[in-house]
């Protein structure tokens, strides 16, 4: 059997690496074609010495000798920037592009992968959210499979598995609350980044890591399961269940809900993406029921996680305000990893971007470049 050849935007950051120990974990199905970084140079390099892929791609120009020089006397392509990140992934052989970047930089890569026909295992919720119905008319339009490698989604992606033609009633997406589900609006005015990067269940990069803590993270997979599995706003529900036992439910229209359930191990929605529609061997640890007697499930705080609020405003506002939160929240996530504003402060100059950046019903993806600049723009001088 051909084995699958395999791009993988972000190779350096958390998703990234957990995709190359999938790999390493089955050499005769999975070869990487592709690998792309923004700053970790030296990770890069490992990782292509290892891998050995076609091509590696640094994002940031300045690192482009350094790459170019360690890989001077192997057989790999090396290139710089944005634009050729965008390029690479339409290489004819590549299979699947495994979008594992983080933020607003995702979308331009995801739409060529798109257009070049290539199966997305998408793990950067970002372009969905910003532009969620641009890309799923596009996935469309070039019969393009987009695959949740998002842990909820995954986990709702499974559940539909063998339920072709029975309606969704309701999509419902666990969310663990993060370190903060217990504080008080009071305590959350004065947590610090240290405390937000603790997250209890998953090591993740900082930015998603700090999402979690403010909930934006969940406002933002409702969004995303909207374009993914074309339900409404009104049948995605939220649930905290703070041991992240239950990945996430799907109830159908006789009531009956269907959940997937494991280990927080974000290998598992990796491989199962990449192995759709078989199911694998994989080594992970397995669940033990005997050590989880306690699986609890809460509301969902909107007065003290505003985010969430925001999330689901920007959801049935639709057009570009998706994309002006995501702006906004970029801005303020980096902020507050600098120190330059507070925890609550985030949702403040979040809300104030929306009501500040002119509002677009029908959006081309020019106005979603647009409306990212601005609203980045509009987010900072509130900072
Ligand atoms: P990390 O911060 O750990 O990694 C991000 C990766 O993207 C790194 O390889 C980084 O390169 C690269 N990158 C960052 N900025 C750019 C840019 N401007 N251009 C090109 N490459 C860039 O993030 P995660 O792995 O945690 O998350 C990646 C995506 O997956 C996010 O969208 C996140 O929401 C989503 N996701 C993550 C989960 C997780 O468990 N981590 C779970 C579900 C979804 P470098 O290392 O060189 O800086
Ligand atoms: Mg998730």
């Given at each position: 059997m051909k084995k699958k050849q395999i791009a993988i935007l972000g190779s350096t950051g958390s998703i990234g690496t957990q995709a190359l120990e999938v790999i390493a974990e089955h050499p005769d199905l999975y070869e990487v074609y592709a690998l792309t970084a923004n700053n970790r140079v030296e990770l890069l390099i490992k990782q292509a010495l290892k891998f050995q892929p076609e091509v590696v791609v640094i994002a940031n120009e300045s690192k482009y000798t350094q790459l170019k020089e360690a890989l001077e006397n192997q057989p790999i392509k090396v290139y710089a920037g944005a634009e050729a990140l965008a390029q690479v992934?339409?290489?004819?052989?590549?299979?699947i592009v495994l979008t594992a970047m983080v933020g607003y930089a995702g979308l331009k890569p995801t739409i060529s992968a798109i257009r070049a026909r290539k199966t997305i295992a998408l793990a950067n919720k970002e372009t969905l959210v910003v532009a969620g119905k641009l890309i799923n008319e596009l996935a469309q339009q070039y019969k393009t499979p987009i695959l949740p490698v998002d842990s909820e989604h995954s986990a709702v992606f499974q559940c539909l598995a063998g339920e072709i033609g029975n309606p969704i009633e309701k999509v419902i997406l666990t969310a663990?609350?993060?370190?903060?589900?217990?504080?008080?609006l009071e305590q959350l005015a004065y947590v610090t980044k240290t405390e937000a990067l603790k997250h209890p269940n998953w090591e993740m990069g900082a930015k998603i890591t700090i999402d979690s803590a403010s909930m934006m993270n969940k406002g933002f997979e409702v969004i995303e399961a909207k374009w993914l599995f074309g339900v409404q706003p009104q049948q995605i529900e939220v649930v905290v269940h703070p041991?992240?036992?239950?990945h996430s439910m799907v109830q159908f229209e006789d009531g009956a809900i269907k959940a997937q359930l494991g280990m927080p191990d974000m290998r598992l929605p990796i491989q199962y993406a990449f192995s759709y529609p078989d199911r694998i061997q994989s080594s992970f640890e397995r669940l033990d029921f005997t050590k989880c007697t306690d699986l609890t499930f809460e509301q969902p705080d909107t007065k003290r996680f505003r985010n969430l609020a925001l999330a689901y405003e920007a959801l049935h506002q639709a057009g570009n305000m998706p994309c002006i939160v995501n702006a906004a929240n970029e801005v303020v996530v980096a902020a507050f990893l600098h120190d330059e504003v507070g925890f609550l402060e985030m949702s403040d100059i979040i809300e104030k971007t929306m009501n500040k950046v002119a509002y677009i019903e029908h959006p081309t993806y020019d106005d979603y470049v647009a409306t990212d600049a601005e609203a980045r723009r509009v987010a900072q001088l509130l900072i």
């Open positions: 992934v339409e290489a004819q052989p590549i299979d663990s609350g993060g370190p903060f589900r217990t504080c008080t041991q992240s036992v239950i």
